[in-house]
């Protein structure tokens, strides 16, 4: 499992994501349609490169884009666009 400041740019976004829509990771992977242990892997820095498909259906879960999902910030308090 990577330590926090290792973690790619789509776990640190996809977990202030899921927080700020007030989703488990299991309600995520339900909306997304994707096995929950995914969601728990990407977070945990486990799978830092999900298939598109997969990342997509995330993506569209949150109401966000791709782009959004997987944006490098050098500011890790940076906000990403809310839908």
């Known amino acids: 499992?990577?330590?926090?400041?290792?973690?790619?740019?789509?776990?640190?976004?996809?977990?202030?994501?899921?927080?700020?829509?007030?989703?488990s990771q299991d309600r995520l992977s339900k909306l997304a349609d994707v096995s929950h242990n995914t969601i728990i892997k990407i977070e945990a820095g486990a799978i830092q490169s999900p298939t598109v498909e997969t990342a997509q259906k995330i993506a569209m879960a949150l109401g966000v884009t791709l782009d959004e999902l997987t944006r490098v910030?050098?500011?890790?308090?940076?906000?990403?666009k809310e839908p």
């Open 1 to 23: 499992m990577a330590k926090s400041n290792e973690l790619s740019p789509l776990a640190r976004n996809l977990k202030r994501l899921r927080k700020r829509h007030g989703l």
């Open 73 to 80: 910030t050098s500011d890790p308090t940076a906000r990403v």
